[in-house]
């Protein structure tokens, strides 16, 4: 065995055999400690580990544990998987605590016991916590302030079938290879209780601080070893908070649940376009209504953008929020072309409001009608939801799940659509829908026909 100094940055875990004032990964400053590291020649053979043929392995079907939380449930792609590592990320007070106390609660009523491991609040704080969220807490097994060998002996004595760990940036070890608080005791410890649960058929959730700038020192280092990984957002200031799948082995990982923070608890919306949607009494310019799809989910959003003159000739400001920032720069370039509309003295903004974030390409020509919209100020009507991509050359192309998203559209009250050319026969797969009949549909075929329609 050979024993080697090495240095670790406490920030992003960068490791290197030498000292530097500044880390060389993430830029911070002192952030490099000393830590000692050995390594094996050679590791140990395990004798009772042997590889096997795949075809000898029982089919087992999976049950999973539908908590009945829906918009929680479609986030794991169905319910929760018997002995899953669910690792839930989120700025401090999003309410992480809460939803997994929920979680709790539920499987509580169902004989289900449970090891709740705080390492950042006392008993008192987590029982209060729980008569607020009326859950009976009677099976539910505390642990605070403890390390990772106290939450083994737990474990081993208590042999709970679900484990929740509030935070995993709270809790420490006494062996493991390295210092307390940096990114590889976190790893370390991650490693530890994905064993621990693995091995006594325990399902996990692991809730992990992340940092508004950026998620280096936080849960983003532990994704690899994790089953599945959801991120808890919100604006702290409004009562929204969005779960999104950002892994999932189990399942998709576009779909998202959609909360609402009360004093009661997570309070879970079933029907989002209206929240994102403003039903505004006139329509204004730089905005247009687009059908995203969240999974198989279609919900209403808002797109907005922000066309103004720029104070720095020759190098304007383009900032997109929610939206891919080089596919706002592509279709900025096409309405130069195509449109001849010069953009090069305006700064850019687009936003999709709520905090939702739109991936899709099909959301290209509702992006587009903004962006327009806000440089000519003309109102895009209110009643008119669009849906298409948008090519190089100024196509409007045919998109994926276009039945969906009119149908979602049609279900909140509008009534006109412009759609791909391509795709102009929907009306005859929408037939069953009673609102079809006043439905008037716009297929355009380019930017130039869309451009047409927007502005007579
Ligand atoms: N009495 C209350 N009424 C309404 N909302 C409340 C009440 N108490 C707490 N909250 C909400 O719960 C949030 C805190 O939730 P929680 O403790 O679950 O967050 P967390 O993500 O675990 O935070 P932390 O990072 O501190 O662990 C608060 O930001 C607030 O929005
Ligand atoms: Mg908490």
Not at 311 to 336: K, Q
Not at 387 to 406: A, K, Q
Request: aromatic residues 6%; glycine residues 8%; contains cysteine.
């Amino acid at each position: 065995m050979k024993n080697k100094t090495l240095f670790e940055c406490i920030e992003c875990g960068f490791q290197g055999a030498k000292y530097f004032g500044k880390c060389p990964q993430c830029d911070s400053w002192n952030s490099l400690v000393e830590i000692k590291a050995s390594k094996d020649e050679r590791g140990e053979v395990t004798r009772d580990v042997k590889a096997v043929k795949l075809n000898e392995i029982d089919n087992l079907e999976i049950k999973r544990e539908v908590t009945g939380i829906d918009e929680f449930d479609r986030v794991l792609g169905g319910g929760i998987v018997p002995d899953s590592i669910v690792l839930i990320g989120g700025e401090p007070g999003v309410g992480k605590s809460t939803l997994v106390m929920e979680v709790a609660g539920i499987l509580t009523k169902r004989d289900k016991k449970i090891l709740y491991y705080s390492g950042e609040e006392s008993a008192v704080q987590i029982k209060l916590r729980a008569n607020r969220l009326s859950v009976d807490s009677g099976n539910i097994l505390l642990l605070t302030m403890g390390t990772l060998e106290d939450l083994k002996s737990a474990v081993e004595e208590q042999k709970p079938d679900y484990l929740i760990i509030d935070s995993i940036q709270t809790i420490n070890s006494g062996k493991g290879p390295v210092i307390p608080g940096s990114v590889s005791a976190m790893k370390y410890i991650t490693a530890e209780i994905i064993k621990l649960a693995k091995s006594n058929h325990i399902t996990a959730f692991i809730t992990g601080h992340i940092t508004k700038d950026g998620h280096i020192a936080g849960p983003k280092t532990l994704e690899h070893m994790v089953d599945v990984v959801l991120y808890f957002q919100g604006e702290l200031r409004s009562d929204l908070r969005i779960l999104r799948a950002e892994k999932n082995r189990f399942g998709a990982i576009n779909e998202v649940g959609i909360f609402e923070m009360t004093k009661d608890g997570l309070m879970p919306i079933n029907d989002p376009s209206l929240i994102f949607l403003q039903h505004r009494k006139s329509a204004e310019s730089g905005i247009s209504i687009f059908p995203a799809m969240n999974g198989l989910r279609s919900i209403l959003v808002e797109i907005q953008s922000l066309v103004t003159e720029s104070p720095f000739t020759g190098n304007p400001r383009r900032i997109s929020v929610g939206f891919d920032s080089y596919r706002m720069s592509m279709l900025i370039s096409i309405i130069e072309k195509k449109l001849k509309l010069p953009f090069y003295k305006s700064d850019v903004f687009l936003n999709i409001a709520g905090g939702m974030t739109v991936k899709e390409t099909a959301g290209d020509l509702a992006a587009v009608a903004t962006l327009v919209s806000s440089y000519k100020n003309i109102t895009v009507p209110k009643d008119l939801i669009i849906i298409g991509e948008v090519g190089l050359t100024g196509e409007v192309r045919p998109v994926s799940f276009i039945e969906n998203r009119v149908k979602e559209g049609l279900r909140q009250g509008f009534s006109k659509f412009i759609v791909p050319y391509s795709q102009a026969g929907i009306r005859k797969s929408l037939q069953g829908t009673p609102q079809v009949k006043n439905m008037s549909l716009i297929p355009v075929e380019n930017l130039y026909d869309f451009y047409k329609n927007l502005t007579t």
